[in-house]
């Protein structure tokens, strides 16, 4: 028997896992949930890659095993917290949105509520076990830098007083807490969200981003150091084809833990 998912999102993300979902036979796409004016783009994809999906505009209240979000943080307001408080199970891709005061605990409430759970994926970095495990242990000083070429940048703060297209060389464009980073810049850093909610948190996270354009690949930077030792990790990811803001690995990290629901034995 398949798991049966509503997929919020059809955008680059969204998009991409139901390419790779397509052929697995445990898994089945049985609503995508999208606004109403991107029906008619929305069903193309569909017909194409989930045929057996309704195209809706909110989570179906039965039928629904799983629900997975790729629709950025507006779309947990709206469509994860009621699925959640309905006792429906759901993946969130989007954790930067967790960077608002009081939402991690607004969203922990609702899975109370409905006596079910909530995963935030990896996304683009990895790491993540080693540095929760390290906070259980010990853990007392945690900085993320995160360096893309600077067209990644666009439509962000980052434009503000420089011109993007005209850096000579990396370029410091934020300095600051996880959580200022995650609000100022939503689309691009998921990730410093992610390590601070493994971590020592929001605001004891120190984070520093960079616009460089001598890189192609979006440059995670993970360095922790703590009673139980101490480590570094560097990913150097290809950006998503479809939006280089996201790195495809966030992609792989959804489908994977979709594919750990249904899985005999799963790591």
């Not at 947990?76 to 199970?89: D, F, S, Y």
Request: net charge neutral.
């Amino acid at each position: 028997m398949s798991v049966r998912i509503a997929l919020i999102g059809c955008g680059a993300i969204g998009t991409a896992a139901l390419e790779l979902l397509r052929e697995d036979a445990g898994i089945s796409v049985a609503a995508i949930v999208v606004p109403a004016d991107a029906f008619a783009a929305t069903k193309d994809v569909a017909a194409r890659l989930a045929p057996g999906a309704q195209v809706v505009s909110a989570v179906p209240a039965q039928g629904i095993d799983l629900v997975v979000e790729a629709a950025g943080h507006a779309a947990i307001e709206a469509h994860v917290l009621p699925a959640l408080q309905r006792g429906t199970p759901c993946v969130v891709a989007s954790v930067g949105a967790l960077s608002a005061q009081g939402f991690a605990e607004k969203l922990e409430a609702a899975a109370v509520a409905g006596k079910t759970q909530v995963q935030l994926i990896a996304g683009a970095i990895g790491a993540i076990d080693a540095l929760a495990a390290a906070r259980i242990g010990g853990l007392e000083t945690v900085r993320y830098t995160g360096r893309k070429p600077p067209h990644a940048w666009k439509g962000t703060p980052a434009e503000q007083g420089r011109d993007l297209g005209a850096l000579a060389g990396p370029t410091v464009i934020f300095e600051g807490s996880a959580r200022e980073a995650a609000t100022l810049y939503p689309k691009n850093a998921n990730v410093a969200a992610t390590v601070s909610l493994a971590g020592l948190g929001l605001d004891r996270t120190s984070v520093r981003l960079i616009a460089d354009p001598a890189v192609t690949e979006n440059v995670h930077t993970v360095e922790a150091e703590g009673a139980f030792g101490n480590f570094e990790l560097t990913m150097r990811n290809k950006p998503l084809a479809a939006n280089p803001k996201t790195s495809a690995l966030t992609v792989y990290s959804a489908v994977r833990a979709l594919r750990n629901r249904v899985a005999p034995l799963s790591i």
